[in-house]
């Protein structure tokens, strides 16, 4: 009963903190810029401990913070995405530590919560963004000069795809042991490493290789586990339906010596490849 009693709050808690997120971006006399100074302090209502939860915002130039604000390893994060590009995010951190859950001080719902609010924070700044741009295009007059703060809608591509297949990226390097798989070096390449991704994108990784068979079988499994988590997230964003998200490029010290092989990438002088965990081994003269 405690247990139920304790959810049922921290789900009205949550639904409180939504009707003041929405009542802020309902309200067209507030900025862009005192829109989000006012949503730190409204959007602590949502989390269990408001006490030591401090948020900071940033969109474009824009960077608000809570005056507490300070960056923990209790923190959460989501994007805000607008027109198909990442244009800024929130992060919400706990500044001391109250009570672990599953190790985590944050509820699953709180991130959940923090994905809502970013979305509806980017739903909104677009719409605005989108009226300025209707506003402008009424006017029609020849001379009259371009508003400052009328950027591009409607692009035909964003930079999101490259984003978010970068942060994966730097995430499996850093949870990936090295000593365990028998790694030298985790790199980059492709269109994430050139920020050229689309929603069809491979996320190419290359992996300078020094262990036995069974290392080599266990990396696989490893990169494979991660690769499908990866389809299926780029299905749930894009409707892009794919079986792999992973292209994984397996090298050896003999392939870093050939030069028409993958290896050739780690000392490209045109587009080196992006040395995201290990060490990039010494070029031979």
């Known amino acids: 009963m405690n247990i139920v009693v304790h959810r049922l709050k921290e789900r009205e808690k949550e639904l409180h903190c939504i009707y003041h ?30 006490g030591v939860c401090e948020v900071k915002i940033c969109y474009e130039d824009l960077e608000v913070q809570s005056e507490g604000y300070l960056e923990t390893e209790w923190i959460q994060h989501a994007d805000l995405v607008i027109d198909n590009s990442i244009s800024g995010y929130i ?11 599953r190790g985590s001080q944050f509820l699953e719902e709180e991130q959940k919560l923090l ?13 605005r ?5 209707l506003d402008f295009l009424k006017a029609h007059a020849e001379n009259d000069k371009i508003p400052a703060d009328l950027n591009p809608v409607l692009k035909s591509s964003g ?16 949870k990936t042991n090295l000593e365990k798989y028998g790694i030298t070096a985790i790199y980059l390449i492709g269109s994430t490493k050139d920020a050229t991704a689309r929603p069809g994108s491979d996320l190419d990784l290359l992996v300078h290789f020094h262990g036995n068979d069974h290392q080599k079988q266990l990396l696989i499994s490893w990169m494979e586990g991660w690769s499908y988590a990866l389809a299926e997230y780029n299905y749930a964003q894009t409707g892009y339906r794919s079986d792999h998200m992973i292209d994984l490029h397996i090298i050896t010290d003999e392939n870093v010596e050939k030069p028409n092989s993958y290896g050739a990438l780690i000392f490209s ?17």
């Open 21 to 50: 997120v929405e009542e802020l971006l309902d309200n067209d006399a507030l900025t862009i810029e005192e829109m989000l100074g006012s949503l730190l302090t409204v959007i602590p209502m949502g989390w269990q401990y408001p």
């Open 159 to 174: 930079d999101m795809h490259w984003k978010w297949r970068l942060r994966m990226a730097l995430s499996i390097a850093e």
């Open 129 to 133: 963004k989108l009226k300025t741009s």
């Open 115 to 127: 994905q809502l609010i970013a979305e509806r924070v980017s739903a909104c700044i677009f719409h």
């Open 91 to 101: 992060k919400v951190c706990y500044t001391s530590l109250i009570r672990l859950f």
């Open 269 to 285: 002088s045109e587009s080196p490849a992006r040395l995201l965990k290990g060490a990039r081994p010494e070029r031979k003269s």
